[in-house]
């Protein structure tokens, strides 16, 4: 694979203004393999090792997961949090300029990476993956606005088969109306109001390598890995200097690195 995408530090001016009017932008092979590799290694290490901070399919009763941790595939990861401590590999990526140029761009010139959310490698996997509604990342966060851009680093192949993301396009403009949204904050299905809007759905399936850029409040879902192979993705959140998290929430528990 070439690593033609890292020549250019930024976007051109036409992804900007689609990232902007769509609320989603995939970079396509942005990263170069050796990164993929060390990646991947670092995701088989500590997968086979069941090591770290794990969140686990089992404790958020998605449609499709196992009923519970001592059921069978219960203690199936869905992903490895916190995976900055896991290896420096993940530190140095993000100060990579091909992120970090691009990342700019869309936030301005200070550009901090909160630890609290997303900071994870999501590992679904085939025979106890689950159904992930349809969601705002911005639901259960704290900060001053919802203005944080997520990145989700395909270390795989990504379809429909194995759960890739879908996004709704333009969704990413304002929080959704609260009686369009279940309890637990997912955009209801079931709901006449919601069907212009869920028919608008478009699959982002990624290459190993392709870098989705999607703005936090940017509704999305995902379906259940139906392949035969671990879906890999290494996802991170970022902020500008000027949109702290809010003070005493879950957002301000954990140190953030300031990249820039
Ligand atoms: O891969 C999935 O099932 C979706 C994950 C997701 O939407 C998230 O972590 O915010």
């Given at each position: ?9 930024t976007?051109?001016?036409?992804d ?7 609320g ?9 393999r050796?990164?993929?590799?060390t990646m991947k290694r ?39 949090r916190?995976a900055?401590?896991r290896d420096?590999?993940f530190?140095?990526?993000?100060k990579?300029?091909?992120?970090l140029?691009?990342?700019?761009q ?7 990476m ?24 911005t ?16 270390l ?6 194995n759960?890739?993301?879908?996004v709704?396009?333009?969704?990413h403009?304002?929080a ?5 949204l ?10 006449a ?20 850029f ?5 509704f ?5 890995n139906?392949?035969?192979?671990t879906?890999q993705?290494?996802?991170?959140t ?12 879950r957002s ?9």
């Open positions: 694979m070439s690593d033609a995408a890292t020549e250019s530090v976007f051109s001016k036409d900007v203004i689609r990232f902007l009017r769509d989603f932008f995939v970079a396509r092979r942005l990263i170069p050796d990164y993929l590799e670092i995701t088989q290490r500590d997968l086979s090792a069941d090591q770290g901070d794990i969140e686990y399919e089992a404790e958020l009763h998605y449609p499709g997961a196992p009923s519970s941790l001592d059921a069978e595939g219960g203690r199936t990861a869905r992903r490895l916190q900055i401590s420096p590999v530190s140095r990526l993000v990579e300029p091909f992120l140029g691009r990342l700019q869309l936030l301005g010139p200070h550009v901090v909160p630890l609290a959310h997303h900071n994870c490698i999501m590992t679904k996997q085939p025979r106890f993956s689950s159904d992930t509604g349809w969601h705002q990342d639901r259960y966060w704290s900060f001053l606005t919802g203005e944080l851009v997520n990145i989700w680093i395909a795989g192949p990504e379809t429909m088969q759960g890739c993301l879908q709704l396009p333009g969704s403009t304002s959704a109306p609260k009686e369009r279940d309890q637990a904050l997912f955009l209801r299905t079931d709901l109001e919601n069907q212009p809007l869920l028919k608008t759905a478009q699959p982002v399936e990624l290459q190993p390598g392709d870098v989705l999607f703005h936090a409040r940017c999305h879902a995902a379906t259940r139906l392949s035969s192979e879906k993705s290494v996802v991170f970022f902020r500008s200097l000027d949109n702290p998290p809010l003070p005493g929430s301000a528990e954990l140190p953030e690195l300031l990249l820039s």
